[in-house]
Each structure stands twice: as C-alpha cells, then as structure tokens.
C-alpha cells in the first residue's frame, strides 16, 4: 500500500520561511515525478513546483525564486523550502507522486499559514 507522509508547514509571518517533507512508503520515488500543489480556500489546487524523474523542475510563476523543490531519491523523500513567504501563500500543501503509468499518489495535506 502507498502511503505518503507530510511533515513540516505551520505559521509564519511574512518574510519568514517554512519546509515542508513528504515521505513515500510502499513504493520507490526514483521512478517519479514529485511535487508540490496548493489549494487555498475557495480557490482551486494548484501546482507549485514539480520535479521529473530526469531533473527538469518547473515552478508556478508565483513561487519562481522564493521556493526550491528537491528530492532524495535514497530517502524516499521529497521538500519544498519556502523563503520569503507572503500572505498570499497562505493554503493546504500537498505532496504529490506521479508514476510513468499515470497513475498518482497524495499526502494527507498540511496547512500554511502567512500572516502580514
């Protein structure tokens, strides 16, 4: 059974910084894309960052120069360093897995919270 577990988020004020984690059990990430979405309340999810299996790394607009997404294929592991946070970043993070099948995995969410 694939399980990813997410860890990190929280509150901050603006200007501050958060990590998140998303760690995969059940399956082996070195075979995946990973990556990022968002969801604010009364928007829609929305991607943040994703990186593909042979390093391409693509980032929302929103989000270019202020969030890193990296990975750790020996760990099964997967982070979003967010710098330079602002209230408008303020949503549910979710990690997620995306096989070459097609077929996708998400973490349960966690909250970030930006205040101005």
């Known amino acids: 059974q694939v399980q990813l577990v997410e860890s990190g988020g929280g509150s901050v004020q603006a200007g501050g910084s958060l990590g998140l984690s998303c760690t995969a059990s059940?399956?082996?990430?070195?075979?995946?894309?990973v990556g990022w979405y968002r969801q604010a309340p009364g928007k829609q999810r929305e991607s943040v960052a994703i990186?593909?299996?042979?390093?391409?790394?693509i980032y929302a607009d929103s989000v270019k120069g202020r969030f890193t997404i990296s990975r750790d294929n020996a760990k099964n592991t997967w982070y979003l360093r967010m710098n330079n946070l602002q209230p408008e970043d303020t949503a549910d993070y979710y990690c997620?897995?995306?096989?070459?099948?097609?077929?996708?995995?998400w973490g349960q969410g966690t909250q970030v919270t930006v205040s101005s």
């Open positions: 997620q897995l995306l096989r070459r099948n097609g077929r996708e995995y």
């Open positions: 990186r593909r299996i042979g390093g391409d790394v």
């Open positions: 059940g399956i082996s990430i070195g075979t995946a894309d």
